[in-house]
C-alpha cells in the first residue's frame, strides 16, 4: 500500500552562491524556509517540482522536501532539512555569522 501523502516544500541549492532555496507559491526563490509554498497535494507538488527543475539556472537538485505548517509558515520535519536550513554546525559562517552579528 503506498505511503499517504505528506506535506512538503521544495528546496534546492543556489546554483551561483550554493545556499539552500525554497520555492515560494509566486514562482520566486527565497532562502527563508517560512516563506516557501507549502505544498498539501500531491499533485499539484509533482507539478511544481517539474517547474523548478526546469529552472538549472537558477536552481541545483530541486527535490521535494517533507515539512509542517508552523506558526510562520513552513517548517522542517526531518532533521536534514533544519541542518540545510541553519547551515553548517561546525563554526559560524554564512548565514549562522549574519544572525550572530545581528544579535
Same mark, same amino acid.
Given at each position: 500500500?503506498?505511503?499517504?501523502?505528506?506535506?512538503? *516544500?521544495?528546496?534546492?541549492?543556489?546554483?551561483?552562491?550554493?545556499? *539552500?532555496?525554497?520555492?515560494?507559491?509566486? $514562482?520566486?526563490?527565497?532562502?527563508?524556509?517560512?516563506?516557501?509554498?507549502?505544498?498539501? $497535494?500531491?499533485?499539484?507538488?509533482?507539478?511544481?517540482?517539474?517547474?523548478?527543475? +526546469? +529552472?538549472?539556472?537558477?536552481? *541545483?537538485?530541486? !527535490?521535494?522536501?517533507?515539512?509542517?505548517?508552523?506558526?510562520?509558515?513552513?517548517?522542517?520535519?526531518?532533521?536534514?532539512?533544519?541542518?540545510?536550513?541553519?547551515?553548517?554546525?561546525? !563554526?559560524?559562517?554564512?548565514? +549562522?555569522?549574519?544572525?550572530?552579528?545581528?544579535?
Amino acid at each position: 500500500m503506498a505511503r499517504a501523502f505528506t506535506p512538503k *516544500v521544495i528546496t534546492a541549492n543556489d546554483l551561483i552562491e550554493g545556499d *539552500v532555496i525554497y520555492l515560494t507559491a509566486d $514562482d520566486t526563490w527565497t532562502r527563508e524556509m517560512c516563506m516557501a509554498e507549502l505544498l498539501t $497535494d500531491e499533485a499539484h507538488a509533482d507539478l511544481r517540482l517539474l517547474d523548478a527543475i +526546469q +529552472q538549472p539556472g537558477i536552481a *541545483v537538485g530541486p !527535490y521535494l522536501a517533507d515539512a509542517k505548517a508552523g506558526e510562520n509558515g513552513p517548517e522542517p520535519t526531518h532533521f536534514r532539512e533544519e541542518f540545510r536550513r541553519t547551515g553548517p554546525s561546525n !563554526y559560524f559562517h554564512g548565514k +549562522q555569522a549574519d544572525l550572530a552579528a545581528a544579535s
